[in-house]
């Protein structure tokens, strides 16, 4: 079916910490996203990744088309990164976005 | 450059009321959509509008109407707001439909007492 899965559901690390996020998603899903929603609720656009590596700033996210993943890398954490990371693709039958449900992570000062 | 811009951003309402959640967009997009999200929860798709002109129902439209009254603006209707529809509303605007990035709005917080 249409899926789209995301690992681990929560994560709790100490300030500086990194971190690796997965989303794997099925064969008729396509172009990831992630996304992170801070905890005052907004969703802030972090990654448009179709396939490839792309980097901004501490966090940087790595797409393998062929083998059905994306992860999330997070390096030297701070506790604003705290909040949910969501990864989503568009699926090929409606292009809607299927959205996964998230890896909510902690970060400790 | 605001993005995505949602009104109100809070709202709190008695079952049976009706209003019109409001959306606008400045990237000059033609795809726009909207979400609710419930707590704990990912979000789901209520309506979009691929293009000006064009709306059609997501995953989760009953209850709810909308327009597309321009390329800028996409509005949402409760017109008989129940309990159940208590939730945080997004709004999100894409260049295209599919295949393209999406950006969301901040949401609007919605209670239905």
């Known amino acids: 079916g249409i899926q789209v899965e995301q690992s681990p559901p929560d994560l709790i690390l100490q300030e500086g910490a990194n971190s690796t996020l997965r989303c794997n998603f099925s064969?008729?899903?396509?172009?990831l996203q992630w996304f992170h929603q801070n905890p005052w609720g907004q969703l802030i656009n972090l990654f448009y990744i179709p396939s490839g590596t792309k980097q901004n700033g501490r966090l940087s996210a790595t797409t393998v088309a062929t083998e059905r993943y994306s992860l999330l890398y997070i390096s030297s954490s701070q506790t604003t990164d705290s909040g949910v990371y969501f990864c989503?693709?568009?699926?090929?039958?409606?292009?809607?976005?299927?959205w996964g449900a998230g890896t909510k992570l902690i970060i400790k000062p | 450059n605001a993005g995505v811009t949602q009104t109100p951003k809070f709202q709190v309402l008695k079952t049976g009321q009706s209003m019109t959640l409001q959306c606008a967009q400045d990237m000059n997009h033609n795809s726009m959509y909207w979400y609710r999200q419930d707590p704990g929860m990912g979000l789901r798709l209520i309506y979009y509008s691929a293009s000006e002109g064009t709306t059609d129902k997501g995953e989760v439209p009953n209850g709810y109407n909308v327009s597309r009254l321009n390329k800028r603006e996409f509005s949402l209707r409760l017109e008989s707001a129940a309990p159940s529809q208590t939730s945080v509303y997004f709004c999100?605007?894409?260049?295209?439909?599919?295949?393209?990035?999406?950006?969301f709005g901040d949401g609007t917080r919605l209670s239905i007492l």
């Open positions: 999100a605007s894409s260049e295209a439909r599919g295949g393209q990035p999406q950006h």
């Open positions: 064969d008729s899903v396509n172009n």
């Open positions: 989503a693709g568009y699926a090929d039958s409606n292009y809607q976005l299927i």
